[in-house]
């Protein structure tokens, strides 16, 4: 499995990006794929989960209402709707893939495979 993550970039407090992950390699309909963040000296902490098969999906408190994640099948892609950012959204921002058909995992221990970061910066 590999996956493959973009669209970080530059935002002003208030706006808004789009980051894609493309997964390959593999079926994944047995997988849940999150997306994790980790701010400079802070640890890798969990933004949103959603499950491949069944869509179901769960977010960190601090993103609930704001971030959106997605997926579309057919590009085997998932998505992360950042809206109304704020500067502590600020991190390098990961996507990630656990075997998982029963629950949505939000720990970075549970993940099985993982994509290079892309980074987000968003200024006050």
């Known amino acids: 499995v590999q996956l493959q993550a973009s669209g970080g970039g530059l935002a002003q407090a208030g706006g808004s990006l789009r980051l894609s992950c493309a997964a390959s390699?593999?079926?994944?309909?047995?997988?849940?794929m999150g997306w994790f963040r980790q701010a400079p000296g802070r640890d890798r902490d969990f933004v949103a989960a959603?499950?491949?098969?069944?869509?179901?999906?769960n977010y960190a408190d601090s993103v609930k209402g704001r971030f959106t994640i997605s997926r579309d099948n057919a590009k085997n892609t998932v998505y992360l709707q950042m809206n109304s950012l704020k500067p502590e959204d600020t991190a390098v921002y990961y996507c990630?893939?656990?075997?998982?058909?029963?629950?949505?995992?939000?720990?970075?221990?549970?993940?099985?495979?993982w994509g290079q970061g892309t980074e987000v910066t968003v200024s006050s």
């Open positions: 390699g593999g079926g994944f309909n047995s997988y849940v």
């Open positions: 990630a893939a656990a075997h998982s058909l029963a629950t949505l995992p939000n720990l970075s221990y549970e993940y099985n495979y």
């Open positions: 959603i499950s491949w098969r069944f869509g179901g999906t």
